[in-house]
């Protein structure tokens, strides 16, 4: 089977070159040509970021697709880098993609499943403090749960991914039930945070 980074890299490629340059995303402000410039960036230049900039936009949309196709550097082929970092990162700015240009909901990948369930009680471990005196309680369609503070709870349910879209910062493109009271459901879209 393909690692999970290779084969949302390689998928998001293709997608890019379909959509081209100028297509939306949902990272608020950027297109797809500022998005494949991230990802090229946070690769090849990750302590000098302005150096790797103008280096992408010089050379335009297919040679920073080419880039990102050839795959990583060092350090990012090691495992946990490999799995945790890019291949999330992949995973969440694919669907950046894919949600916005109005592609559906992809089938189920239960390692990317287990991947992102991993990533999202992570993820949740920080929220509590951002919740004030609300919980918050995931619920996996596959049964797993997670707890996390105290007080009224919130509820995530749904597929491993979608919460992860949710607690990266993207609301409106995770499809997820939430549940709760109206206060615990503010105070959660309130501590969202874009990654």
């Known amino acids: 089977m393909t690692p999970i980074d290779l084969r949302e890299r390689h ?3 293709d997608l890019l070159l379909e959509v081209g340059p100028a297509a939306p995303t949902l990272c608020e402000g950027w297109d797809t040509m500022d998005l494949a410039t991230h990802l090229y960036v ?9 150096r790797g900039t103008p280096r992408a936009l010089h050379n335009g949309f297919e040679w920073v697709v080419g880039q990102l196709r050839a795959g ?8 946990v880098l490999r799995d945790l970092a890019n291949g999330l990162e992949y995973f969440i700015h694919h669907e950046d993609v894919r949600r916005t240009n109005g592609l559906e909901l992809r089938p189920r990948s239960e ?7 991993r990533a999202d009680r992570l993820l949740a ?3 509590p403090k951002r919740l004030g005196p609300h919980s918050l309680r995931l619920e996996s369609d596959d049964g797993g749960v997670a707890e996390y503070g105290s007080g009224p709870t919130v509820m995530l349910s749904g597929r491993p991914t979608e919460m992860l879209l949710f607690l990266s910062g993207r609301p409106a493109g995770s ?4 549940s709760g009271s109206a206060a615990a459901q503010d105070a959660l879209h309130a501590s969202q945070r874009r990654f």
């Open 11 to 13: 998928q998001l490629c």
């Open 42 to 50: 946070r690769e090849r230049h990750p302590l000098r970021p302005t």
């Open 72 to 79: 990583p550097p060092l350090p990012w082929r090691t495992p």
């Open 111 to 117: 390692d990317l499943e287990r991947l992102a369930w």
């Open 125 to 127: 471990r920080r929220l």
């Open 175 to 178: 499809a997820l039930v939430i």
